[in-house]
């Protein structure tokens, strides 16, 4: 769980810069970089509860 | 962000110098708070594992740092990607790299600026971080991690080129919320998580409140913060964004009001849900308030500034409170909240508040919003793996009884208060 927060955390991170690459558009770019952050968020809580769920196992 | 010419940096010479000089205040506040929210059993420690970092810091970066840090408008390598120059890293030379005025200024200027970053994470570590992993995670910090968010947004770097190459507004952190707050934040996360919770912090099941054992201290390293942070948004300001001396006034009572803010919604909201103000998250939430105040320091009206500040010293209460308990993160001085969330907010805070002349409010938000995605999804897996690698072959925790007895006598041979101090616990079987 932890490899795969983090790998989403970095396909977020690509994700936005994907969209100030390729997109012009005001619009589609701030589809993009939200989607981007939304990646983030996932990867960051997925990150998350694994060492809450292993600080709660070695408690 | 327009960094500062040559030709404007020297007529002011004397003030950023005197900026640049006042700026280590900001460390020694820190300090004081840190080593006033840990165990007196670890105190000595605390301050020495604090000298060590800044040391480190100082050497690390002047040898090595610094030439990927670089300074505005100097040597970098660019990439070109989709027709647009992606200027990564800087490229100075390894042999005398300041030798002209405004790169002299901003390696002297980082210099302290990278230990402040550095000690950040110190306070997450409090207790049982060994000091021998202390020194190679801020070595590799201030070699390999601090400069990248330095020359991305301070140093002419891909972030605050945003404006010319893909037309938005440029990243905006005048004060180093990006630079040194939020990477010394996540730099706090990661340790937290590796090290795991102080022995007895969380017993049968219930999180155990391990009060700091001199909060005078902790309050005293408040004000002194206050300068520091002062110190270093302006020199920041004027060296690397593109502030006027006659903008310094404002910057100022900027930061004084962030502080008071963060501090006072801190005091209301523990006054709220305690009954009574919690003086150790009241001084968080100062630091939160002057945390989320300098990614816009001089360019945000006052009462803009006072309510950033306030959100941020709500925020801070609320999410110590979340990380302990909810999320198991043992973080004795609150850094992570404290700096990497305030730091975020204040830079989102930024993009709201502030106004850029020939760009739109909606690509100064995606600018700060592309920022805040670099911190999280690029620096912070960096960091943590970092860190992990880091803890493979030197250990990053002290063994069991280093967590009983103290880091003092466990790694320093004697107590920070040998006279004085008993502690009951060390003398139960276990």
Redesign the interface.
Known sequence: MKLIG?LL??????I?LAA???L?A?AQ??AF?AA??GT?IL??AL??NA??A???R?? | MNPAPSGQVAPNLALILSCILLTPLASAGLALIHQGLGRSRSAAHAMLATLCTLAIAAIVFTLLGNHWAGYPNGPAHTLQIANAPWNWLGALPYSNPAQTVLPALALVLQVFTVGVAAIIPLSAGTDRWRLAPICLATAVFAACIYPLMAHWVWASGWLSQLSANFHLAPFQDFGGAAVIQVPGGLMALSVAWILGPRRGKYSDGIATAIPGHNIVQVLFGCLISLIGFIALESAASLLFGSALPEQIPALILNAVLSASAGCLAAVLTTQIRYRKPDASLSANGWIAGLVAGSAGCQWVSPPAAILIAAIAGLLTTWLVEILELRLLVDDPGGAISVHAASGLWGLLACGLFTTQPGNSHTNHILAQLVGIATLVGFLLPLIHGVNLLINRFLPYRTDRDGDWQGMDIRELGSGAYPEFVIHADEFVPR
């Open positions: 983090s955390l970095i396909s977020g991170w690509l936005v100030l690459v390729m012009q005001l770019r701030a970089i981007g952050f983030e990867g960051l990150l998350t060492y809450t292993l600080q709660r070695q408690k």
